[in-house]
């Protein structure tokens, strides 16, 4: 079996307040070098690249001793998986009405399927991105400031199509949620999401051509909740100011919406890890310094800073449970393993295990088969459930990391 078409990727917008460490995580979570400052407005163009989501390999529960990832990598039982992730120019309160650069920009989000909201939980910044005293910026009005900006530019766009597009064809339309869907899709909504906003927003019972100006933005709220759902991170957990800010975030976002992070300790690392100072994996509690010898005192130091003010209170940087929240609990993936041989659990050449991919909870086999290739789907016979060594047919229902090979046409 040949992969030509690899499963549509997911996409982790990064958005927030200005000069709250945005691209410090961008950096820390795919080891991009990009621009880092301390003042407001660093980033301008948006920066893309490829982060990996830590999960438990499903090699360790099928007894093996390891895997060849094609894709993304696995370390210590540990199948890191790639996502996309985006990092924009900084928003401040005020942006939809043009205020710093506007939110002109967020339509780079476009093709977001969730969004990781960076708040300076250190409150080390004011609302405009300038530095002041730590623990004097109130991280939950920041919060709540941001929010609004994302839900107004996202009102402006679903409102903008409206009434250019939409509100002319929905009058005579047989099914008025197509015509919305295919009207919007470039912001990369589902079918799905339209039709839980509209029963969110209360407006099944009535017709589109008939909503109001107000029940068209009730309309555009529900749907960015739940078409682009956000998760917090509490950035900057470092500073001791951040410890009181965090519970508050939490009190008022809920703990399933809050991640404590520091972006820049997390980039530290991996930068030592990477240069073989240090070794470290991604989300544990810990790293280890390989020689303390090989490390000047300032080097020793900031280590062992990051080890008390970060790892021992938070019991890691708080990245990965950022991607882990955003993946598994947001989108609502699962892992699946398409192999070629179910007794090796290989591709062709032997690769055990080589691809690992992200698919929504609820997909069939045969979607997947059409996901990885249009003529793997169409050429569908059977699959083979290679844990439980069982065939399965076309609506087989795929399970969290399931092994499976797609039996077609094509490998006949
Ligand atoms: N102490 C601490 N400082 C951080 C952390 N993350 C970022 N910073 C600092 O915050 C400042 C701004 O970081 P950036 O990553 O450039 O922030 P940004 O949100 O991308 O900023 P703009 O692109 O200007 O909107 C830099 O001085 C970073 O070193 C963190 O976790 N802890
Ligand atoms: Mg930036």
Redesign the pocket.
């Known amino acids: 079996m040949c992969y030509t078409v690899p499963v549509p990727e997911r996409i982790i917008g990064i958005v ?12 820390a979570m795919t080891m991009i070098p990009v ?9 301008i163009e948006p920066n893309i690249g490829v982060a990996y989501v830590k999960k438990r390999c499903v090699h360790v529960e099928l007894g093996l001793t390891g895997c060849n990832p094609r894709t993304g990598f696995c370390v210590k039982g540990f199948r890191f998986i790639p996502v996309k992730v985006m ?1 924009v ?2 928003l401040v309160p005020g942006a939809h009405r043009g205020r710093g650069l506007g939110n002109k920009f967020m339509d780079d989000l476009r093709q977001a399927d969730v969004l990781i909201h ?1 708040v300076d939980a ?1 409150g ?1 910044t004011d609302l405009d ?1 300038n530095r002041v005293k730590p623990g004097s910026a109130d991280p939950v009005e920041e919060a709540k400031s941001i929010l609004f900006e994302i839900n107004e530019w996202f009102k402006n766009v679903i409102v903008r199509i409206w009434e250019n597009k939409i509100s002319r064809t929905i009058v005579t339309a047989q099914n008025p949620v197509e015509v919305i869907y295919q009207n919007i899709s470039g912001l990369n909504v589902k079918r799905a999401h339209v039709i839980d906003a509209i029963r969110q927003a209360g407006l099944d019972s009535k017709h589109p051509k008939n909503w109001s100006l107000s029940d068209v933005v009730e309309f555009s709220l529900k749907l960015r909740e739940v078409s682009k759902p956000i998760i917090v991170a509490a ?5 001791p100011e951040a410890k009181d800010n965090v519970k508050r975030l939490i009190g008022e976002l809920g703990e399933e919406n809050v991640v404590p ?7 530290i690392i991996r930068k030592a890890s990477q240069t073989g100072l240090v070794d470290y994996v991604p989300g544990d509690a810990d790293f280890e310094i390989r020689d303390p010898a090989a490390l000047t005192r300032e080097q020793l130091k900031v280590l062992e800073m990051i080890r008390e003010s970060v790892l021992k209170p938070h019991g890691s940087t708080g990245v990965q449970e950022l991607l882990r929240r955003a993946v598994f609990d947001k989108l609502k993936l699962i892992a699946v393993y398409p192999v070629a041989d179910e007794s090796r659990l290989s591709d062709h050449s032997g690769n055990v295990l080589p691809d690992a991919y992200l698919v929504e909870r609820g997909t069939t086999i045969r979607e997947l088969a059409y996901s990885i290739h249009t003529a793997l789907g169409e050429g569908f016979l059977y699959a083979i459930d290679a844990k439980r060594r069982r065939r399965v047919g076309e609506s087989y229902v795929l399970a969290d990391d399931d092994v499976v090979k797609i039996v077609s046409t094509l490998s006949r």
């Not at 927030?16 to 950096?27: A, I, P, R």
């Not at 992070?261 to 980039?267: H, N, Q, Y």
């Open positions: 927030g307040k200005t000069n709250v460490g945005k691209s410090t995580l961008f950096s621009k880092i400052a301390d003042h407001p407005f660093t980033t990092d120019a900084g960076v250190a080390s991105g950035n900057k957990a470092d500073f992070v520091s972006a820049l300790a997390e980039l």
